[in-house]
């Protein structure tokens, strides 16, 4: 079965930091385009990177220069860097994976994070 396991959400001041980690089971990892989402309170979900098998990265606009992406093949993780960070990140981020990008065929269960002012 395929899994996708999103840690090290939690509180942290404006202008702190924090690195998210998704451990995935079930797909060839290596192959697979890895992405991150949130969703914040009463809003929709968004992309906010993805990386591609070939570790090309891509970001949204709000997170450039602040978030970072990258994956480690050999233990099958992806990983979320987020310095910066502002009281608008705070959300539920989400871990996904898909064969293209933004990959969308999979998805974690989530992890909060808050960003208090």
């Known amino acids: 079965q395929v899994q996708l396991v999103e840690s090290g959400g939690g509180l942290v001041q404006a202008g702190g930091s924090l690195r998210l980690s998704c451990a995935a089971s079930?797909?060839?990892?290596?192959?697979?385009?890895m992405g991150w989402y949130r969703q914040a309170p009463g809003k929709q979900r968004e992309l906010v990177g993805f990386?591609?098998?070939?570790?090309?990265?891509t970001y949204i606009d709000s997170v450039k220069g602040r978030f970072t992406i990258s994956r480690d093949n050999t233990k099958k993780t992806v990983y979320l860097q987020m310095n910066s960070l502002k009281p608008e990140d705070t959300g539920v981020y989400y871990c996904?994976?898909?064969?293209?990008?933004?990959?969308?065929?999979?998805w974690g269960q989530g992890t909060q994070v808050t960003v208090s002012a």
């Open positions: 079930g797909i060839t990892f290596s192959i697979n385009a």
């Open positions: 996904s994976a898909g064969l293209t990008g933004p990959p969308k065929t999979h």
């Open positions: 990386i591609t098998s070939g570790r090309i990265t």
